[in-house]
């Protein structure tokens, strides 16, 4: 088995869905086999360049841009890169595997995401580890970083799993949150765990916090080394440094069952 | 055989399957991660009268353990998995949980589980909280100087084995007990095993059964010095005292191991401290499934 690099041979002028484009399946076959492939009403091969790389199981998309949705959908195994953007839904129900994006990614980033690895080198957009409309819960497993920013109510209704954000969050991070982690390096936005159930959201700060959430004083917890380490050995050099001694503690949403938390470093 | 002045039966130990799981104890520091892991093991002698056997394996430096703490990892020997677990609720409830500073987490890599938090972190009376991080959840249960952090299960073996043992027999009761102690010193640095007995040395073998109905032992009479002419004794003329290590351990390599070093360090010392045999307990063979035949740790 030897890795694939597919490159884009235009600009696509709509909303493209590689959501089919698996690096499993498609590094399992020969450079030939996959340029075949149909795909849009043509074939693989009529809207990528496609090369073989020596990456045994990883798969290259390379020039893609925002209007590429549903990258990585559902990923199971194996690597896949993208050199250049990605649009909608990349990473939606992952469940193994790693989606490396090296420049910015759309709305929806690992929705539903049950496991595996989501970096993002850019920024991300709204939802970041939520859930689509009709959906019961969003992110329920995995880990994703994001280098940049991430858009409004990042963590909705997210379950399990870590969010790592070296920017700032958007408006209303982990609203409805179930339970899993958000640690924003650089912050919360405004109104951040709107009905917050259960979970943790940790930053240095937090823009205009919801007067339902209750502070619970400064305090010196071994969670925040098992999750300090975590993190380390989950995101390597990716990782934020390793949390202070003390974090002030707020408890929220007492507008709902008050569970989670939101830990100030700063 | 005689190895510098101690003569070596030429016997074995009996030793029986069991159960055994592992914890990590951390701290504030080392002494309260001790304090902790002792109070834990206290009573933990005889699978019969205290439910379990246990003990401390190794202390831990503070860059190994989950939490970067220091550490300790203590061993708890039953007859089954389903045995361990009310010892591990009552052991960690009572006595992990209620240590300054605390926190315990899985010490085994195992396929096979045991709740581990299944009764402490109902202490939380329901603000307890769970954290899941990759394969591995935890729980954290306020109390009042913060929080207490336990893992959610931990691994279990029935790959155990308890009864490993040696007997030592001297004519002077001080040496006998230093040798014994050097023993068990030795023993110590093996990993994998622990001697739950107090100081990790036995002077009270017993024997299957008893006169009165109800003891399921009783003294072992053919090795008391003081019985000797009154009963069927194991002693010889100049023996005036017999103290045994019993050796528990996870898996049967680590109890040889342990039988190698423990003998070892008898017979460096040899007879110069009053040592003058060392011996094995058994049923014939009959009753357990491994046997560790002195014969076979002599250099």
Request: with cysteine; proline share 4%; net charge neutral.
């Amino acid at each position: 088995m030897s890795g694939l690099k597919l490159r884009l041979r235009s600009v696509p002028v709509g909303r493209l869905d590689l959501s089919c484009l698996q690096p499993a399946q498609l590094t399992a076959q020969s450079q030939e086999d996959v340029a075949r492939l149909p795909f849009e009403g043509g074939t693989l091969g009529d809207l990528f360049e496609i090369t073989s790389t020596n990456d045994a199981g990883t798969l290259v998309l390379a020039q893609t841009t925002l209007a590429c949705d549903g990258i990585g959908d559902h990923l199971a195994s194996g690597t896949l890169i993208v050199e250049g953007d990605a649009g909608q839904y990349a990473g939606r129900y992952m469940k193994g595997g790693r989606l490396d994006i090296r420049g910015t990614a759309g709305n929806y980033l690992g929705a539903g995401m049950k496991g595996g690895l989501i970096t993002v080198a850019g920024s991300a957009g709204g939802y970041v580890g939520g859930l689509l409309h009709g959906e019961k819960f969003g992110m329920a497993g995995g880990i994703i970083h994001v280098g940049g920013d991430i858009g409004e109510r990042a963590g909705d209704r997210m379950r399990r799993g870590t969010i790592v954000v070296a920017g700032k969050t958007g408006a209303a991070a982990g609203s409805r949150m179930a339970g899993g982690t958000i640690w924003a390096e650089g912050g919360f936005g405004p109104g951040a765990g709107p009905l917050m159930r259960r979970g943790t959201l940790i930053g240095p700060k937090a823009d205009d916090m919801l007067a339902t959430f209750a502070d619970c004083g400064l305090h010196d917890m071994v969670f925040l080394r098992l999750i300090s380490r975590f993190v380390a050995a989950e995101l390597g050099p990716l990782a934020p440094a390793p949390l202070p001694s003390k974090v002030r503690r707020f408890a929220g949403d007492l507008a709902s069952i008050g569970k989670g938390e939101m830990l100030l470093t700063g | 055989m005689k190895v510098n002045g101690v003569a070596i039966d030429d016997t074995f130990a009996e030793a029986f399957g069991m159960s055994g799981t592992a914890l990590i104890i951390t701290a504030d520091s080392a002494k309260w991660a001790m304090i902790a892991a002792t109070t834990m093991t206290g009573f933990g002698t005889s699978v019969i009268g205290c439910g379990a056997e246990c003990g401390i394996d190794y202390e831990i430096p503070a860059s190994e353990t989950p939490d970067g703490r220091p550490g300790v990892r203590v061993l708890i020997f039953g007859f089954s998995p389903d045995a361990i677990l009310p010892q591990l609720k009552n052991r960690v409830g009572q006595c992990v949980l209620t240590s300054p500073g605390s926190a315990c987490y899985n010490g085994l890599d195992s396929s096979q589980r045991l709740a581990l938090s299944a009764g402490p972190r109902f202490f939380g009376d329901g603000w307890q909280m769970s954290k899941r991080l990759g394969k591995r959840r935890f729980w954290r249960v306020p109390v009042m100087d913060g929080e207490f952090t336990i893992e959610d299960n931990v691994g279990v073996t029935t790959d155990a084995v308890g009864g490993g043992n040696l007997l030592m027999l001297g004519r002077d009761r001080a040496g006998l007990l230093e040798t014994a102690e050097a023993a068990v010193a030795a023993i110590a640095r093996v990993p994998d095993v622990i001697t739950p007995f107090p100081g990790g040395i036995v002077r009270s073998g017993s024997k299957v059964g008893s006169k009165y109905k109800g003891a399921l032992a009783s003294t072992n009479n053919a090795f008391c010095p003081t019985l000797r002419g009154t009963t069927e004794t194991e002693l010889d003329p100049d023996t005036i005292a017999v103290l045994e290590i019993v050796i528990d351990g996870l898996t049967s390599q680590a109890v040889s191991n342990a039988m190698r070093v423990g003998l070892k360090a008898v017979t460096d010392i040899g007879a110069a401290k009053g040592v003058t045999r060392v011996s094995a307990g058994n049923y014939g063979g009959k009753l357990g499934q491994f046997h560790y035949h002195l014969k076979d740790y002599v250099a």
